[in-house]
Structure formats: C-alpha cells, structure tokens
T-cell receptor, first 114, second 117 residues
C-alpha cells in the first residue's frame, strides 16, 4: 500500500529565508505520480507540481524548486527567499499507475513571519 | 481550464437535518469525482470515489447511508450529509478527473465548510 510521510508538522521561518519541506513516500509500483499542493488559510487546494516516476530531473519554477530522488524515495520542496504569502499548509501526495486516487501526507504548516 | 466549483462554500445546519453539497466541473467532463473530508489541522481523507452513472465506492469506515453520493452527470456530483450531527462538522472538498487529460490528474474544488449546531 502506498504511504506519504511529511515528518515536519510545522516550520517557522523569517521572510527571505530558504526553507525545505520534506516528503518521503512508499509504493510498490514502478509507475507513480507525485504531487505538491498548497492550502492557504482560505482552504482551497492549489496545485503546485506533478512529477512522474520516470522523470527524476529537478524542477525550478521561480522561487520554488523540487528535488526528486528515487534512491531515497523522497520528493522535497524548497522555497527560496520565502515571503509572508508563502504561509500555508503544504501537502505532498502520491498516485499509483492507473489509479487517480491520491494518498496525501499529513501536511506541513509553513509560517513565514516578516 | 479544469475548474471545479462547490456550492455552498459555507453552510450551517441544525443537528438532525440533511445538507447537500454540489460539486461541478465547469469546463470539462469529469468521469470520476472524489469526496474528501478534512478536520482542522489534519490532512485530507478520501471518503468516496464516484463514477458517473454508477454507485460510489466508499472508503473503509465511511457510512454510505449517512454520506449519500450521487454522480448523475459528467459535470455534477452531490454529497448529502443525512441527519447531520455536530461531529459531522468539517471541511468537505471535492475533486474531479478529466478523462481527456488523463485519469491521474485531479482538480480540486474550493471546499465547503459545514457546521452542525
């Protein structure tokens, strides 16, 4: 069965600091998809990224970057030069091949203070 | 594209009454819709998976008679919380899969906050 672990429950940083959110996953399938979502206080889930298991290239999008390492079953998310607007709960999720069901981690609450 | 709406965004109801939440895919056809429940400061928990025209598949521990799901069309699924109790108060989120974009992608609605008094 698949599992997603986000060991960091809450992280507090000061604006402009870099912060990395950890995500470790478990799956028996060789084909799977990994996701990151942001949930601001309003509650709506905001899609950030999808990565399939065959694409281990790191990705950068503005201040966001993702490090996918199959060897350690990790898909970590880094925010560079954090801003107050980055304050939210961030969820990592996994979907196995052929299934659209998502397994979510418990989420990491990020608090960025001015 | 791939917009999902939910209505209402907030609802307060009295204990013992039923409340219906609608989930609509606005610009695509959703062969599959999902219903999640989220308690404060917790993760999303899948309640059920709904395929258009067929009965929903409920996750273990979710009472199908209490949480009635109907997916009558490719753009609409409804969740009815019957005989609501205060412990049903939660944030309910739906999502939908677009068959034209691949079944692995889910698009989330903005959520419905239910408070049962």
């Amino acid at each position: 069965a698949q599992k997603v672990t986000q060991a960091q429950t809450e992280i507090s940083v000061v604006e402009k600091e870099d912060v990395t959110l950890d995500c470790v996953y478990e799956t028996r399938d060789t084909t799977y998809y990994l996701f990151w979502y942001k949930q601001p206080p309003s509650g709506e889930l905001v899609f950030l990224i999808r990565r399939n298991s065959f694409d281990e290239q790191n990705e950068i999008s503005g201040r966001y970057s993702w490090n996918f390492q199959k060897s350690t079953s990790s898909f970590n998310f880094t925010i560079t030069a954090s801003q107050v607007v980055d304050s939210a709960v961030y969820f990592c999720a996994l979907s196995e091949r052929g299934y659209s069901t998502l397994t979510f981690g418990k989420g990491t609450m990020l608090l960025v203070s001015p | 594209g791939a917009v999902v709406s939910q209505h209402p965004s907030r609802v307060i109801c009295k204990s013992g009454t039923s409340v219906k939440i609608e989930c609509r895919s606005l610009d695509f056809q959703a062969t599959t819709m999902f219903w999640y429940r989220q308690f404060p400061k917790q993760s999303l928990m899948l309640m059920a998976t709904s395929n258009e025209g067929s009965k929903a598949t409920y996750e273990q521990g979710v009472e199908k008679d209490k949480f009635l799901i109907n997916h009558a069309s490719l753009t609409l699924s409804t969740l009815t919380v019957t005989s609501a109790h205060p412990e049903d108060s939660s944030f309910y989120i739906c999502s939908a899969s677009d068959r034209d974009r691949g079944s692995y992608e889910q698009y989330f609605g903005p959520g419905t906050r239910l408070t049962v008094t």
